[in-house]
C-alpha cells in the first residue's frame, strides 16, 4: 500500500513539474507568436508605405514632365498613330488611303 | 535514565539537552506547517477571485487593435489615398534627459527651433506634452536611435494621397484622428474607417506578451474603395483647365467627364485646388468643389433640351424654318435679342448659331407644365444622385409660377440654376438616344440602364445640331478635336451677384459629347470670370473641351472616327535597283 502510495506521489511530482515545463514552454511560443504577429504588421505598414511612394513617384504629373524634360517625349496625336485591328474586323476608317509610307503593316 | 536525549555514547559528549526543548522545535515547525497551509489554502481557496484579480491588474493589459482604413482606389486599382503608419511624438516632461547636445539633435529631427523644444518641455507639472503629430517612420526610428528619458512614441496613422492636387476635390481628406472630412473620404467614411477590436494579454516583467486571456475582438479593417475616377484622365482634365484659368486669367474654373455608357465620372476637377498633405493656408476657395456646389445659371446650354421637346411634341422637324429676324422678339413689355440678327434660319441653324430669339419662339408655343417637366426629367432642380457632401440641386421653379416673360427666358437658361455637375449628366440624354443615365462615383461595369426621356430619333437629331455647333459657321469651332467628331453648346452668362447681374463679370462654358455617331463621353467645361477680355464659352471653355475630349478618348482606347491626315513619318523605304 505504502508503495503505490510512493509511486502515485512521485507520478504526482512529476506531472506538476511536466505542467510547469509546458506552462513555460507555452509562453514562450506564444510570446514568439506575438513577436511575429508584430513583425507581421509592421512588414505590411512598411510594404503600404512603399507602395504609396512608389505610386507618388509615378503619378501622371511628374511621368509627363520627366516624359518632357528628360526625355524629349511629346504627345501622340491621332495623326501620327497608326492604328490596326484584329483578324475580320474593319481597317481603321481613320487612315487615309495615301499612308503607304507608314512603317509596318499589320493585316 | 535522565530525561534527555542521548546524542553520542560518550559519557565524556553527552549534552544535557532536556526532551522538553526538542518536542518545542517540533510543535513549532507543525505550527509553522500548518500556517502555511492555512495561508495556502486562503490564497488559493478562500480569496482566490481577489489575488486573481490583482495579478490581472498588475500583469494583464488590454491592446487596442487598430483597423487599418481602406485604401481609396482608381478605376485601374491606382492608389488615390492610403494610411501608412506616421508615429506621433510626446513626453513625459519631468522625466525628460537634459542632454543638450541630443536635444538639439531631437529639435532638428522634429524641424522646429530649440527654443520651441525648450518652451514645450519647459512646463514640468504637465505629465503629457505632444512634441509632434505624425511624424515620418525614418524621423521615428532616428528619434528612438537617440534614446532620450521621457520622450515616447504613439502609434498612429497618416493618410497620404500620392495625386495631390488634381484629385483632391474629389477625394477630400482626413483629419489627424483618421477621420473623413470632406470628399469621398468624407462620404464613405463609415466604409473606409473598420471597426477597431481588441485583446487581452498577460505581459511579463520584460513587456513581452506571454497569454492571451479570454476572448479576442478581432479588427475589422476598412473596405477599399474603388471610385470610377481614372486618375490619369483626371490629371489631364485637370491639367487643361488649370492651364486655361491661368491663361485667361480667370476666378476659377470645374470640368466634369462623364462616360455616358456606364453612367460613371471619369473626372471631376476644380480648379483653384489644393494639396492634401499641406492644407496649412487653406481658403475656402481651394476647398469648394465648384462642380458640385456651385449653381449658376446654364444660359445657352438649355436651349438644346427645349429643341428636343419641340422636336417630341412633333411642332417642328429640324429643318423647319423660323423666321428670327429683326434679331429681337417681344413678350409683354420685355424684349429678348440676339447678338446680332440671323434672319430666316432652321430649327437646326437656331442651336448652330445660338439664337435666343428662334429658341424663344419655339417654348412660347409650349405649355409652361412640359418645359417643367423635361428640364425636371433631364435633373435640373433635383439633387445629383451622387453621394457627396454638399452637392447642390440647383434652382427650377414650380411650372405654375411661371410668367410668360420667365418662360421666355427660361427658355435659353435664365431663371433657373444648376451646377456643372447637372449639366453634363443631363446631356447624357443626347449621348445615350435619349436616355438619362444613373451616375455614379464608384467604378462600376457594363452598360448602365437608363431612363427613357426623349425618343431616340430626336435626341439623335438634336445631337447633329450640336455637331453643327462646333463646326464651320457653329459657336465653338474650337472644340473640334483632331481625330474625333464632337458636338456641343456653348453658353455664356452673366454672374449675378446680389439681386442683379453684375456688369463685365461673365462663366464661359461648353458642354458636349463625342464621338457624335456613338457618344462614349460628356464633358462639361466651366471658367468663372475670365479676365483677359474673352469671356465667350467657345473662346475660353471649348479649348478645354477639346483637349480633354482628345486625351480621354485616346485613353479609353477607342478608334478616330474621322479621318485625319497622317504624318507617320516612313521608317524603311523601299530599295531601289
Redesign the interface.
Known sequence: MTRINLMLLLAVLASALYLVNVQYQSRQLFSALDQAHAQARRLEAESERLQVEQRAQATPSRVQSLARAKLQMRTATPAITHYVSYGNAAPAAALAPNDTGSGARVP | MSRSIAYTSSPLLASRTPLWRSKFIVAAIALGSVGLIARAAYIQVVANDFFLKQGQVRFGRTLAMPANRGRILDRNG??LA????APSIWAIPEDVERDPARLRQLAKLLEMPMTELDKRLADEDKTFVWLKRQVD?SVAKQITALQLKGIYQRKEYKR?Y???E?SAHVVGFTNVEDKGQEGIELAFNKDLAGRAGSRR?IK?RLG?????VGEQIEPVDGRDLQLSID??IQ??AY?KLRDAVLLHKAKAGSVVVLDVVSGEVLALANYPSYSPAKRRNLSGAQLRNRALTDTFEPGSTMKPFVIALALEKGLVKPTTPIQTAPGRISIGRSTISDSHPHGVLTVSEVIQKSSNVGTVKLAMQMQPREMWSMYNQVGFGQKPSVPFPGAVSGRLRAYKTWRPIEQATMSYGYGLSSSLFQLAHAYSVFGRDGELVPVTMLKSSGRAAGVQVIDARHARAVRNMLHMATGPGGTAPKAQT???SVGGKTGTAHKQEGRGYADKKYRGFFVGLAPIEQPRIVVAVMIDEPGDGKYFGGEVAAPVFSETV?QTL?MLGI??????????V???EEESF
Open positions: 491606382l492608389i492610403s494610411s501608412i503608419a517612420d497620404q500620392p495625386e495631390g488634381a494579454v511579463n513581452q506578451v506571454v497569454e492571451a486618375s490619369k490629371f489631364f491639367q483632331m481625330g474625333y482628345q485616346k478608334q478616330p472616327d474621322v479621318s485625319v491626315i497622317p504624318q507617320i516612313a521608317q524603311a
